[in-house]
């Protein structure tokens, strides 16, 4: 295996898990989102949306808000700079590997 | 990867459609210009009043566009967020200077056109057909393309029937413009209107409000 093909093993699994890349990719494309909305996009439980949440604002990927709209209380993401980042670096990292494997 | 991701960002851009209140509410500005032009032709141009509307035009149509804004965006905040969520969009610095070489461009175009058309074809209106082309460029690139939501090709298909039928009819231009306005403002109303209709249908208000 070349040295390119083991980067593989680098990846971010954290931006790897697929519903956090999701949400990654999501919030990438907007300047912030509500929980409502990411879990209409996303298709994903409650629990389970909250959970991969928590673990990328852990990370410094996202950015949680707890506001209130009137007397609703509302939940806004946002993707971090660092986020963005790792979502690009994922994302090249995905592409080369792509490329070499055909 | 490229193509999923510009496949969310497509469908997220189309989210801020699915409601059809952006569409009511330019149905509105499109009814107000209609009045305008009916107006100031009524009043005819050496009037005061007539002066008055037409020296304010930029103003009015400033402030028409500001306060459409508003509306849109409280409407928005009572009938789509509770139901399907909250969205900021963000100012797209992407391409900034391309797209404003294309709006230049189009923009010397249509002035080019309306010019050619006017003195080309001395029996047609060429101020409501040039309009009806650029009504109809707005939707079809601007939200069309962008969205890919067939309505919109639809309203520019109206737009140029419309601009095209007017110019022909030999009626006086302002009366021509704001039947024109008129017509796509029904046009946007009505596919305002029904999309509202399906969307409400679609996501009933729920019965737990709030997020997570």
């Given at each position: 295996?070349?040295?390119d093909?083991?980067?593989i093993?680098?990846?971010?699994r ?8 999701l ?5 990438s494309?907007v300047s ?12 994903l ?11 990328l ?9 707890k506001?209130?709209k009137g007397k609703?209380?509302?939940?806004v993401?946002?993707l971090t700079?660092?986020g ?19 | ?15 801020w ?13 499109f ?15 050496q009037?005061f009043v007539?002066g008055?509307?037409q ?12 306060i ?5 965006n ?15 969009y ?5 391409n900034a ?15 080019a ?12 209106d060429?101020?409501?057909a ?6 109809a460029?707005?939707?079809m690139?601007?939200q069309?393309w962008i969205?890919?939501l067939?309505r919109f ?5 109206v737009?140029?029937?419309?601009g ?6 030999g ?10 306005y008129?017509?796509?403002?029904v046009a ?6 029904l999309t509202?209709k ?5 996501n ?6 709030g997020?997570?």
């Open positions: 295996m070349s040295e093909l083991r980067g093993n680098d990846l971010d954290l931006i790897h898990e697929p519903a956090r890349l949400i990654a990719t999501i919030l494309t912030s989102a509500d929980f409502l909305f990411l879990q209409r996009e996303t298709n439980t409650k629990g389970n949306l909250s959970a991969h949440l928590s673990k604002e852990e990370a410094g990927y996202v950015k949680v808000e506001t209130f609703l209380p509302l939940t993401c946002k700079a660092k963005q980042k790792a979502l690009a670096a994922y994302r090249q990292q995905m592409r080369m590997f792509m490329d070499k494997t055909g | 990867m490229k193509d999923e991701t510009s496949q969310i960002e497509r469908r997220v851009n189309r989210y459609y699915s409601d059809g209140i952006g569409e009511l509410i330019g149905g509105g500005v009814f107000l210009l209609a009045a305008y032009f009916a107006l100031q032709q009524f009043l005819g141009e009037s007539g008055l509307l020296a304010g035009l930029i103003l009015a149509l400033i402030g028409v566009m500001y459409g804004r508003r509306v849109v409280t409407l928005k905040a009572r009938i789509t967020y509770p139901r399907t969520g909250y969205v900021e963000r100012a797209d610095a992407r200077n391309l797209r404003r070489v294309l709006a230049l461009l189009t923009g010397m175009a249509v002035a056109l309306s010019v050619f058309v006017a003195n080309r074809f001395n029996m047609i060429g101020m409501v040039v309009t009806g082309v650029l009504v460029i707005i939707f690139v601007k069309g969205s890919r067939g090709f639809y309203l520019s298909a737009s140029l029937v419309s095209g039928i007017l110019s022909v009819s009626f006086p231009r302002g009366y021509n413009l704001g039947l024109f008129a017509l796509m403002g946007l109303a009505l596919s305002g209107g509202l399906n969307y409400l249908r679609e009933p208000f729920p019965a737990e409000t997020n997570e």
